[in-house]
């Protein structure tokens, strides 16, 4: 069983950068990863997710903003945050998934609110 544990979340400006960190109990390199968020009042949506091969894609208004990176050797998953708007306000959530058994980890979340 994988723990999650995201940080790096706060209140930042229009225009601002964050940069968020999950750290798992164990190892992740047979992990697909994911960043998801979910805004006041919205579903959670995926944000950002990476293979086992390093491989990202992103969804929605955050391509060309957000880059989500790994590094095995420190069991860490990475979400950087640039150019960030108020509709990026949302509590932003880690996803691991177990990939040759299909279990889903999630960590408990870290709020990030954009707000002049």
């Known amino acids: 069983q994988v723990q999650l544990v995201e940080s790096g979340g706060g209140l930042v400006q229009p225009g601002g950068s964050l940069s968020l960190s999950c750290v798992a109990s164990?190892?992740?390199?047979?992990?697909?990863m994911s960043w998801y968020r979910r805004a006041p009042g919205k579903q959670r949506e995926l944000v950002a997710r990476i293979s086992l091969g390093g491989e990202a894609n992103y969804w929605g208004s955050v391509k060309g903003r957000f880059t989500i990176s790994r590094d095995n050797a420190k069991n860490t998953v990475y979400l950087q945050m640039n150019s960030l708007k108020p509709e990026d306000t949302a509590v932003y959530y880690c996803n691991a998934l177990e990939f040759a058994v299909g279990t889903v980890y999630w960590g408990q979340g870290t709020q990030v609110t954009v707000s002049s």
């Open positions: 164990g190892s992740i390199s047979s992990h697909v």
